[in-house]
C-alpha cells in the first residue's frame, strides 16, 4: 500500500500578518522564523516592497518532512 500524504492548496504567498494568523504565531515570531531561514520569502521587486513568505516553499518544505517522518509506512 502506497501512502498518500496530502498537503493543503492554498495562495502562493502571503505576509507575514497572514501567516501569522493562519499558522497561530506572532508576527514577531513569524520575522524570527524568517531572519533564521526557516521561511523563505519572495524576492522584492521594487525596493520598500512588502516582503511575502513563499507559500509554495513552505508547502514543499512539509511535504519532505512529511515524507521522512518515521510515523508514515515507507
Given amino acids: 500500500m502506497t501512502p ?15 501567516f501569522a494568523v493562519a ?3 506572532s ?3 513569524v ?3 524568517v531572519a ?3 521561511l523563505l520569502i ?3 521587486k521594487k525596493d520598500g516592497g512588502a516582503a511575502r513568505i513563499n ?5 514543499g518544505r512539509l511535504l ?8 508514515v509506512a515507507a
Fill in 4 to 18: 498518500q500524504i496530502a498537503i493543503p492548496s492554498g495562495p502562493d504567498l502571503m505576509t507575514y500578518e497572514e
Fill in 55 to 59: 507559500m509554495v516553499a513552505f508547502r
Fill in 42 to 44: 519572495m524576492p522584492r
Fill in 64 to 71: 519532505q518532512q512529511a515524507l521522512n517522518c518515521r510515523y
Fill in 36 to 38: 533564521d531561514g526557516d
Fill in 27 to 29: 508576527v514577531r515570531t
Fill in 23 to 25: 499558522y497561530g504565531y
Fill in 31 to 33: 520575522k524570527q522564523m
